[in-house]
């Protein structure tokens, strides 16, 4: 896919437990509300059952040996596909399941290692450093934002502080309004 035609991408990263899920969906809900048309993707590093053992959909890929399964309904499309052992593009899979479908973004919760556009949550009293090195200045400038209870880190990108009064707190308006000038942006250059 052209890359004019792919949403723009951003990655929600941070260490384990730092809050990543939870900042993720709290912006997408505030994009949601502001009208725009999100999609989602989650890197796991485990094995993905989504299916339930005996579901037909599961015997249909663990009983019959088949290599993909579509499971269809009218509200939701599912595929579970062996991927061989090999860890699938981000981008080829963004751009084969949600490109051409006028999703304004696409916010991706992990690949804190890749190329993509990221914003970090970080939280000092979890993990005694972020992911984001300004002394890597190749690696830092992927970075957005960092989204920190720490607000004297040392960051290369602008530091948006945590605000612990909530799931909609102001670091999420402050991220929805980030995630809102790059699909703008996008819209202008695209």
């Known amino acids: ?34 009208g725009l048309r ?18 037909d959909s599961w015997r249909h890929f663990h009983e019959g040996g088949a ?19 090999e860890e699938p593009d981000v981008l080829e899979a963004i751009d084969r399941h949600f490109g051409g479908r006028a999703y304004d973004a696409v916010l991706v919760e992990g690949y804190k290692h890749g190329n993509l556009p990221k914003i970090e949550i970080y939280r000092s ?5 972020p992911v ?16 920190t209870d720490d607000p004297s880190v040392a960051a290369s990108c602008p530091v948006i502080p945590l ?7 102001g670091h999420v308006q402050a991220v929805a309004d980030l995630v809102e000038q790059r699909i703008r942006r996008n819209r202008v250059n695209g």
Do not use: W, Y
């Open 1 to 34: 896919m052209d890359e004019v035609d792919r949403p723009p991408i951003i990655c929600f990263v941070g260490k384990k437990n730092s809050g990543k899920t939870t900042l993720l969906v709290a912006v997408a809900a505030e994009l949601k509300r502001r």
């Open 38 to 55: 999100i999609a989602t993707a989650k890197h796991g590093h485990h094995e993905l059952e989504i299916d339930q053992p005996g579901r």
């Open 67 to 85: 290599e993909a399964v579509l499971i269809l309904s009218s509200r939701k499309l599912a595929l579970v596909m062996d991927t061989l052992g």
């Open 125 to 129: 009293r979890v993990h005694s450093r």
């Open 132 to 147: 984001h090195d300004p002394m890597n200045p190749d690696a830092a400038a992927t970075f957005l934002a960092l989204v």
């Open 163 to 169: 605000d612990g009064s909530g799931p909609d707190g």
